[in-house]
Every structure is written in structure tokens, then in C-alpha cells.
């Protein structure tokens, strides 16, 4: 077993828990944005949008904002903040300057604001993932590789040290990171435009999930997991198989995202093959997180960032199996354009790489502010809503998607496919209801820790001066 188990550290660190909170907090106003636009969209499928009328609200421009709080503010925000206090613990070194941290987290989040504006206010660009209008690219990709920079100096300090499989994670999303936005916002815009800059924005697309979400999500938990846990992950080898089974096949599957489309169909079938490769990934690391899990089930029930973790890890399962589905030529022929899509895509990344973030908010935020949080009874209903709220989304999604794929096949007239579906859109709303009011309740709880936090220091700086210790 790699002596760098993050279960056996103990030693104590240098981390800027600073930027820690700084980065945790935008996630968090940002996880909000991300529900009140993707509720007021789904309300316009049902003839309910909020700002009818209103142009610099219009719904395919709050659609682009949605995502792009998801992508950028919500999961980058999180990932930066864990990696903040992540990476000092794994390779005993300061990320690179405190000044620059800061330095990028004002720059990345002004990026992320500006954008946002900016294609409210009609800028956006017609490109997947790569909405963010074309003056801002330049400056996102040097703001994503100065993080990296920062990210990536302790880890090249500690070279000379064996790795646990986390760093081995980090590193490679944090390489990858800035190389695939260069390639998808700026490759198809400048050099390579028609089908040959689609299949590179398929590309992109994928990759950002996969190269960027998908290996701080798990390395993350690798981390995370045997800490709550108490024990060492279950097999030090079977984690780095999944790493480079992810290497290996991730960069290959984008043209999956544009099957029965004029990309040539030689890669389309060879993104077909490289799908099914990430199975053999997706099941290594599912069953090293059970496997490690093994005889302490009983935290599913006591530990709220163990159960995020478990749920988050099967709607990893899930997303998978269905990938192995709608991968095929002929399932393609039906789900293309569908709500199965946005269905597979909210499972993904709502209940996967969501609930890991909030099991690590949930593990380090008491731990920032040195104390407890306010109320469990409030983490249960987060939880319980969250879930509910995103397999409901999902289930419903992937059924108005088939039905919809089957009357378009049949050449039933397309209006009659929107009224058929609007039973699964009112229940998507209701699902949606059920994240909002989930996100709120963490929201409040995350709050009050904070606030609580406060008047207890504050009260105890008047009697004694507190101690404040280093996080180990
Ligand atoms: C109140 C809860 C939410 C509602 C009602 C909602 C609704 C929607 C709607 C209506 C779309 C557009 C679907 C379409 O174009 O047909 C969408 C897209 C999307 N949403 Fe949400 N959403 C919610 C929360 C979230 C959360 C929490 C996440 C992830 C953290 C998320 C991730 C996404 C993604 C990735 C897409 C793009 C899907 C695609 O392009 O296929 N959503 N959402």
C-alpha cells in the first residue's frame, strides 16, 4: 500500500484556508444561480417562463447560463477550493503563491460574471460547453492555466515521493484542463471549421467532462473515502488501472456525442469502441470504492459525506450503463435530440459529481470554521430531496426522450410530440422543485454553520483568545 494513504497522514500542512472558503462560497452562490436558471427554463416548456417578453432574460440564453454556472461556477469553483486543502496534504508542500491563488480566484470568477453577462446580453457563441463569447476565451484560458500553475508547482516539488492515486488524478485534470479549452474555443472557431471542427468540439465536449470533471471527482474521492472511512482504499493497484484506463480511453469517445452525423463514420465507430473501454474504468473504480466501503455500511446511515459518496458513486454506475445504451448506432437513431440527453447529462452531473461535492463541503466546511454543523436534520432533508429530485429527473427525462424518439420516428406531425410530452415536463418541474428546495435547505444550513461559527469565535475572543491551529 502507497505510504501516501491519506488515511495514515498526519502530518500538518500549510494550506490557505482563505482561498479554501473563498472558492467553497463561490461554488455555493453559484449552485444557486444553476437551480433558479434551470427551474425557470423547465417552467418554459410548459408555458410558465418567468420573463416572457424580457430579451436579456430570454430562455435559450438562461439555458447557456445554466450551464455554464454548472461547468465554470459551481463544479470548477468546488474542485479549486478541495484542491486548495487537497493537494498541501498530499504532497506536503504550499500550492505555489498564496498572492497568485487569490490573483486567480478574482480573475477566474469576474471571467465566470462577465460571461454570464455577456451572453445574456446576446454574445454567446453557437458552440457546446463553449458558449463563453469569443473576447473572453483568451483570458479564461490564461486564467485556467495560471490555476493549474499554481496547482501543479507542489506537486513537481514532491516528484521524488511515491504518489497516492489522487495526485496521480490531479495532476492529469489539471494538464488537461487548460489544453482542452484551447482546443475546443479555438481550434473550430479559427482553424477548422465545417464537420472537422465538429468532430473536435465533440471532442471537447467530452473532454471537458472526462478530463477535467471526471478525474478531480474521482481522484477526490479516492482521497476523501478512506478518510471518513478510517481504513486504506481496497486496492492501490486496481485505482491507478482505472487511471490509465481513463488516459487511455477518454480522449477517444467524443464523436460518440455526434453519432449518425457527417463526421466520418470511421471515427464515430472507433468513439464506439473507446465508450465501451471506459467501462472497464468506470467498474475498476466503483469497485474499489464498495470494496473499501466493505463492513462499514452502517456510515451510510450516520456518516451524510459517506452517503453522498455511496449515491453519488451508483449514479455513477448508472450514468455508465446507460452510456453503454445509447452508445450504439441504432439507440442513436431514437434518443438523438431527445430529453434523454439532458436526462443522462443531470444524472452525471448533478447526482454524481454533485453529491461528491457536497460530501467533501459537508466534510471540510465545519473543519475550516472549527466547528459543527448547524443542523443534521437539515442535511437529511438535502439529501433525501437532492436524491429523490435528481432519479426522479433522470427516470422521467429518459422515458419522455423514448417516447418522443419513437413518434419522430414514426412521423407523427412535431406538434403533437410536445403535447405528448408535457406530462413528463411538468414532472421534470416537479423533480426541479425538489433540487431547488433541496439547494436551499443547504444553502441555510451551510449558512447558519458559518454564522454560528461566528458568534461562538466572537464570544470567545472576549473571554480568551482562541487558539487556531493549522488543519492537519
Ligand atoms: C432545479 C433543478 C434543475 C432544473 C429544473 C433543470 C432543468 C434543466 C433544463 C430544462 C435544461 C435544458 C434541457 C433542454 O435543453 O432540453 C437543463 C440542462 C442542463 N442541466 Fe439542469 N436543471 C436543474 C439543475 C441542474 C443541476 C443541479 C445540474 C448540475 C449540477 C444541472 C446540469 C445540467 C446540464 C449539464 C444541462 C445540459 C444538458 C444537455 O445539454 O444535454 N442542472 N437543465
Same mark, same amino acid.
Given at each position: 500500500?502507497?505510504?501516501?494513504?491519506?488515511?495514515?497522514?498526519?502530518?500538518?500542512?500549510? !494550506?490557505?484556508?482563505?482561498?479554501?472558503?473563498?472558492?467553497?462560497?463561490?461554488?455555493?452562490?453559484?449552485?444557486?444561480?444553476?437551480?433558479?436558471?434551470?427551474?425557470?427554463?423547465?417552467?418554459?416548456?410548459?408555458?410558465?417562463?418567468?420573463?416572457?417578453?424580457?430579451?436579456?432574460?430570454?430562455?435559450?440564453?438562461?439555458?447557456?447560463?445554466?450551464?455554464?454556472?454548472?461547468?465554470?461556477?459551481?463544479?470548477?469553483?468546488?474542485?479549486?477550493?478541495?484542491?486548495?486543502?487537497?493537494?498541501?496534504?498530499?504532497?506536503?508542500?504550499?500550492?505555489?503563491?498564496?498572492?497568485?491563488?487569490?490573483?486567480?480566484? !478574482?480573475?477566474?470568477?469576474?471571467?465566470?460574471?462577465?460571461?454570464?453577462?455577456?451572453?445574456?446580453?446576446?454574445?454567446?457563441?453557437?458552440?457546446?460547453?463553449?458558449?463563453?463569447?469569443?473576447?473572453?476565451?483568451?483570458?479564461?484560458?490564461?486564467?485556467?492555466?495560471?490555476?493549474?500553475?499554481?496547482?501543479?508547482?507542489?506537486?513537481?516539488?514532491?516528484?521524488?515521493?511515491?504518489?497516492?492515486?489522487?495526485?496521480?488524478?490531479?495532476?492529469?485534470?489539471?494538464?488537461?484542463?487548460?489544453?482542452?479549452?484551447?482546443?475546443?474555443?479555438?481550434?473550430?472557431?479559427?482553424?477548422?471549421?465545417?464537420?472537422?471542427?465538429?468532430?473536435?468540439?465533440?471532442?471537447? !465536449?467530452?473532454?471537458?467532462?472526462?478530463?477535467?470533471?471526471?478525474?478531480?471527482?474521482?481522484?477526490?474521492?479516492?482521497?476523501?473515502?478512506?478518510?471518513?472511512?478510517?481504513?486504506?482504499?481496497?486496492?492501490?493497484?486496481?485505482?491507478?488501472?482505472?487511471?490509465?484506463?481513463?488516459?487511455?480511453?477518454?480522449?477517444?469517445?467524443?464523436?460518440?456525442?455526434?453519432?449518425?452525423?457527417?463526421?466520418?463514420?470511421?471515427?464515430?465507430?472507433?468513439?464506439?469502441?473507446?465508450?465501451?473501454?471506459?467501462?472497464?474504468?468506470?467498474?475498476?473504480?466503483?469497485?474499489?470504492?464498495?470494496?473499501?466501503?466493505?463492513?462499514?455500511?452502517?456510515?451510510?446511515?450516520?456518516?451524510?459525506?459517506?452517503?453522498?459518496?455511496?449515491?453519488?458513486?451508483?449514479?455513477?454506475?448508472?450514468?455508465?450503463?446507460?452510456?453503454?445504451?445509447?452508445?450504439?448506432?441504432?439507440?442513436?437513431?431514437?434518443?438523438?435530440?431527445?430529453?434523454?440527453?439532458?436526462?443522462?447529462?443531470?444524472?452525471?452531473?448533478?447526482?454524481?459529481?454533485?453529491?461528491?461535492?457536497?460530501?467533501?463541503?459537508?466534510?471540510?466546511?465545519?473543519?475550516?470554521?472549527?466547528?459543527?454543523?448547524?443542523?443534521?436534520?437539515?442535511?437529511?432533508?438535502?439529501?433525501?430531496?437532492?436524491?429523490?429530485?435528481?432519479?426522479?429527473?433522470?427516470?422521467?427525462?429518459?422515458?419522455?426522450?423514448?417516447?418522443?424518439?419513437?413518434?419522430?420516428?414514426?412521423?407523427?406531425?412535431?406538434?403533437?410530440?410536445?403535447?405528448?410530452?408535457?406530462?413528463?415536463?411538468?414532472?421534470?418541474?416537479?423533480?426541479?422543485?425538489?433540487?431547488?428546495?433541496?439547494?436551499?435547505?443547504?444553502?441555510?444550513?451551510?449558512?447558519?454553520?458559518?454564522?454560528?461559527?461566528?458568534?461562538?469565535?466572537?464570544?470567545?475572543?472576549?473571554?480568551?483568545?482562541?487558539?487556531?491551529?493549522?488543519?492537519?
Amino acid at each position: 500500500m502507497n505510504s501516501n494513504n491519506p488515511s495514515t497522514a498526519s502530518k500538518s500542512f500549510p !494550506i490557505y484556508e482563505d482561498l479554501v472558503k473563498a472558492h467553497f462560497i463561490a461554488a455555493i452562490v453559484y449552485s444557486v444561480i444553476v437551480v433558479l436558471t434551470g427551474m425557470s427554463f423547465a417552467l418554459q416548456f410548459l408555458s410558465l417562463y418567468p420573463f416572457p417578453g424580457v430579451e436579456f432574460l430570454s430562455p435559450g440564453r438562461v439555458r447557456m447560463t445554466h450551464t455554464m454556472a454548472v461547468a465554470y461556477g459551481w463544479l470548477a469553483n468546488g474542485f479549486f477550493a478541495i484542491l486548495h486543502y487537497v493537494i498541501p496534504k498530499l504532497t506536503g508542500n504550499a500550492t505555489f503563491s498564496k498572492k497568485l491563488g487569490w490573483i486567480c480566484f !478574482i480573475v477566474f470568477n469576474c471571467l465566470v460574471v462577465l460571461s454570464e453577462i455577456l451572453i445574456l446580453a446576446g454574445y454567446g457563441q453557437a458552440v457546446e460547453w463553449g458558449e463563453t463569447p469569443v473576447i473572453m476565451d483568451p483570458l479564461i484560458a490564461i486564467a485556467a492555466t495560471l490555476a493549474c500553475f499554481n496547482f501543479l508547482a507542489p506537486i513537481w516539488k514532491a516528484r521524488h515521493k511515491s504518489f497516492y492515486v489522487s495526485v496521480w488524478y490531479i495532476t492529469a485534470a489539471l494538464v488537461w484542463a487548460p489544453l482542452v479549452y484551447v482546443m475546443g474555443n479555438f481550434i473550430p472557431q479559427y482553424w477548422m471549421p465545417g464537420s472537422g471542427g465538429a468532430a473536435i468540439t465533440s471532442m471537447y !465536449i467530452h473532454d471537458l467532462v472526462g478530463l477535467f470533471v471526471t478525474p478531480l471527482g474521482v481522484g477526490l474521492v479516492y482521497y476523501l473515502l478512506p478518510v471518513l472511512l478510517k481504513k486504506p482504499v481496497y486496492s492501490h493497484a486496481l485505482s491507478l488501472t482505472g487511471f490509465w484506463g481513463l488516459a487511455f480511453f477518454y480522449p477517444m469517445n467524443g464523436a460518440h456525442h455526434y453519432l449518425q452525423s457527417p463526421i466520418p463514420l470511421w471515427s464515430q465507430y472507433a468513439a464506439i469502441v473507446a465508450s465501451i473501454g471506459i467501462h472497464v474504468v468506470v467498474y475498476t473504480v466503483i469497485f474499489n470504492y464498495f470494496a473499501t466501503m466493505q463492513g462499514e455500511y452502517k456510515q451510510l446511515v450516520t456518516s451524510i459525506p459517506v452517503r453522498f459518496i455511496a449515491v453519488g458513486s451508483i449514479c455513477y454506475l448508472l450514468t455508465c450503463i446507460q452510456c453503454a445504451i445509447q452508445v450504439t448506432m441504432s439507440a442513436q437513431e431514437i434518443i438523438h435530440f431527445t430529453d434523454w440527453v439532458p436526462g443522462h447529462a443531470h444524472l452525471v452531473l448533478f447526482g454524481t459529481f454533485s453529491f461528491w461535492l457536497y460530501a467533501w463541503i459537508y466534510y471540510l466546511w465545519p473543519r475550516i470554521f472549527k466547528t459543527e454543523l448547524y443542523s443534521r436534520t437539515m442535511c437529511e432533508w438535502h439529501f433525501w430531496l437532492a436524491a429523490i429530485g435528481v432519479i426522479v429527473m433522470w427516470l422521467d427525462l429518459l422515458a419522455a426522450g423514448l417516447m418522443q424518439g419513437f413518434m419522430w420516428k414514426n412521423l407523427v406531425p412535431f406538434i403533437n410530440t410536445v403535447e405528448a410530452t408535457k406530462p413528463f415536463w411538468w414532472t421534470r418541474a416537479l423533480a426541479g422543485t425538489c433540487i431547488l428546495v433541496s439547494e436551499f435547505v443547504f444553502v441555510v444550513n451551510i449558512f447558519m454553520t458559518w454564522k454560528y461559527r461566528r458568534q461562538a469565535f466572537n464570544e470567545q475572543k472576549l473571554n480568551e483568545p482562541l487558539t487556531r491551529t493549522k488543519t492537519a
